[in-house]
Nanobody, 124 residues
Framework: QVQLVESGGGLVQAGGSLRLSCAASGRTLSSYIIGWFRQAPGKEREFVVA???????DYADSVKGRFTISENNAKNTVYLQMNSLKPEDTAVYYC??????????????????WGQGTQVTVSS
């Protein structure tokens, strides 16, 4: 079972940038799909982006063109570069993993390993 630890959250002004990291231990990420989800107060957890180690990526429409997911094989880490941040991006961000699948699932129930979450706050 892989363990995931997020880092990199914080407070930023609208228009600013942050980079989140999702470091994995226990298993190599090459056999996993890694996704980023977020949950704002009073709202359901929503899909942001996910990556298969083959390079396939799926972005939610709300972040397409602003967020970029990438991977570092040597560090067994996935990154989420967030640019042009908006107040509506404020949420707790979670990385999640699941064993390799034929596609890239967007439902949180399809992921069986979760990090502890990191807070991202975007001020207007």
């Amino acid at each position: 079972q892989v363990q995931l630890v997020e880092s990199g959250g914080g407070l930023v002004q609208a228009g600013g940038s942050l980079r989140l990291s999702c470091a994995a231990s226990g298993r190599t990420l090459s056999s996993y799909i890694i996704g980023w989800f977020r949950q704002a107060p009073g709202k359901e957890r929503e899909f942001v982006v996910a990556i298969r180690w083959s390079g396939d990526i799926d972005y939610a429409d709300s972040v397409k063109g602003r967020f970029t997911i990438s991977e570092n094989n040597a560090k067994n880490t996935v990154y989420l570069q967030m640019n042009s941040l908006k107040p509506e991006d404020t949420a707790v961000y979670y990385c999640a993993g699941r064993p390799m699948h034929w596609g890239i699932p967007r439902g949180s129930g399809s992921y069986n390993t979760w990090g502890q979450g990191t807070q991202v706050t975007v001020s207007s």
